[in-house]
């Protein structure tokens, strides 16, 4: 039987079977490939049934992180767990099969020789064929594909086979699902249609998951926390609402903000600068410092009204425009975005306005 939903744009659709969560616990894990660490001291754990996000750019370990949860890596030093007990470490080693852990490529591999249907219940073997058929074709009807089950993967598009591929990883009904990159591949309306749909479905199996991605954009609307990541290591772990208001470096910062950036020194807990005044407690008199500014934070005024500055560059970006902005006192141009309705014309005298509580201020190494 099936059912439809205001949320779903798949059309008629049925209902993703729940599964029993797993808690999984990354502990202190190293990963060395010849002289070069992937992962160097990796400690994270995920609560069952949550969502967790590793962000980061290319090269900087996440998924070799998850190839090892898979079971595909193995960890040079540290220790894997599912439920408290260890699957990967000095003790010993489960094989990905004995897992239950579903993985999602970011190309899909879907096998083209094999129907739909079979495709998807390609890791069901352990059940009787009509079993794992019932099921194969459940998982189908779930993401709208069922009038498919008979077709092979060439007759559908990049989004209709990211869909087999996420029926496939559920299938199954893991405990716990890996997704690597699972969008990337998408154009932009697809993507954000793949994103709403299996965030639904995520929700519906309750398994824990863990996706790889280098979107901050989607980090922030797919995980329940985001861990962040940098050469083979975490540098912060938080929700989105904690990692964009409370940054610990400012590499974090520029993924989750458009920020311009004004180097300073403390003087009398405070930096001053052509902008305005900011506090700066923490930090050491004598310091140089790096000074974050949310783009969106920045107001024009009138030239009287705050300090002078002139329109160099804008550019329209739909209901927004990024102006490049000339200030007083600023070796460099100041980036601002504005509504578009209202931004001045290039070559325009204005005036510009910081708010001291959307200032990030950073250590002058970073």
């Given at each position: 039987?099936?059912?439809?939903?205001?949320?779903?744009?798949?059309?008629?659709?049925?209902?993703?079977?729940?599964?029993?969560?797993?808690?999984?616990?990354?502990?202190?894990?190293?990963?060395?490939?010849?002289?070069?660490?992937?992962?160097?001291?990796?400690?994270?754990?995920?609560?069952?049934?949550?969502?967790?996000?590793?962000?980061?750019?290319?090269?900087?370990?996440?998924?070799?992180?998850?190839?090892?949860?898979?079971?595909?890596?193995?960890?040079?030093?540290?220790?894997?767990?599912?439920?408290?007990?260890?699957?990967?470490?000095?003790?010993?080693?489960?094989?990905?099969?004995?897992r239950n852990v579903g993985l999602m490529f970011q190309d899909f591999a879907l096998f083209p020789h094999l129907s739909i249907e079979d495709n998807v219940a390609f890791g069901l073997k352990s059940l009787p064929r009509s079993v794992a058929r019932e099921v194969a074709r459940a998982a189908l009807e779930r993401v709208g594909l069922i009038r498919y089950a008979?077709?092979?993967?060439?007759?559908?598009?990049?989004?209709?086979?990211?869909?087999?591929?996420?029926?496939?990883?559920?299938?199954?009904?893991?405990?716990?699902?890996?997704?690597?990159?699972?969008?990337?591949?998408?154009?932009?309306?697809?993507?954000?249609?793949?994103?709403?749909?299996?965030?639904?479905?995520?929700?519906?199996?309750?398994?824990?998951?863990?996706?790889?991605?280098?979107?901050?954009?989607?980090?922030?609307?797919?995980?329940?926390?985001?861990?962040?990541?940098?050469?083979?290591?975490?540098?912060?772990?938080?929700?989105?609402e904690e990692l964009y208001h409370e940054p610990k470096d400012l590499y974090v910062a520029r993924l989750f903000s458009d920020i311009d950036e004004i180097r300073g020194q403390v003087d009398d807990s405070a930096i001053h600068t052509s902008l305005g005044t900011f506090a700066a407690n923490g930090f050491d008199d004598g310091e140089e410092v790096i000074i974050?500014?949310?783009?969106?934070?920045?107001?024009?005024?009138?030239?009287?009204?705050?300090?002078?500055?002139?329109?160099?560059?804008?550019?329209?970006?739909?209901?927004?425009?990024?102006?490049?902005?000339?200030?007083?006192?600023?070796?460099?141009?100041?980036?601002?975005?504005?509504?578009?309705?209202?931004?001045?014309?290039?070559?325009?005298?204005?005036?510009?306005?910081?708010?001291?509580?959307?200032?990030?201020?950073?250590?002058?190494?970073?």
């Open positions: 039987m099936t059912s439809t939903t205001a949320s779903s744009r798949w059309g008629e659709r049925g209902t993703a079977a729940a599964t029993i969560a797993a808690r999984v616990t990354f502990e202190n894990i190293t990963r060395q490939f010849s002289d070069t660490p992937a992962l160097n001291g990796v400690s994270l754990d995920v609560e069952p049934g949550k969502i967790l996000c590793l962000l980061g750019p290319s090269g900087c370990g996440k998924t070799t992180l998850l190839r090892i949860a898979a079971g595909i890596e193995k960890p040079t030093t540290g220790r894997m767990l599912l439920d408290g007990q260890e699957v990967a470490g000095p003790d010993r080693f489960v094989p990905p099969e004995e008979g077709e092979f993967p060439h007759v559908l598009s990049g989004g209709e086979q990211q869909r087999v591929a996420l029926a496939r990883a559920i299938a199954p009904r893991p405990s716990v699902l890996l997704m690597d990159e699972p969008f990337s591949g998408l154009d932009a309306d697809l993507r954000s249609l793949m994103q709403e749909e299996t965030l639904a479905i995520l929700q519906e199996t309750r398994s824990t998951c863990i996706i790889v991605t280098h979107s901050p954009e989607e980090a922030m609307l797919l995980g329940d926390e985001i861990a962040v990541m940098r050469a083979g290591r975490v540098v912060q772990l938080g929700t989105a974050g500014i949310r783009q969106r934070a920045i107001e024009l005024t009138s030239p009287e009204d705050g300090q002078h500055g002139r329109v160099l560059n804008l550019k329209f970006l739909g209901d927004a425009a990024q102006l490049e902005i000339a200030v007083e006192g600023l070796d460099l141009p100041l980036r601002a975005r504005v509504p578009e309705a209202v931004a001045p014309a290039v070559g325009t005298e204005v005036g510009v306005v910081v708010n001291p509580n959307s200032v990030l201020i950073f250590h002058g190494e970073d």
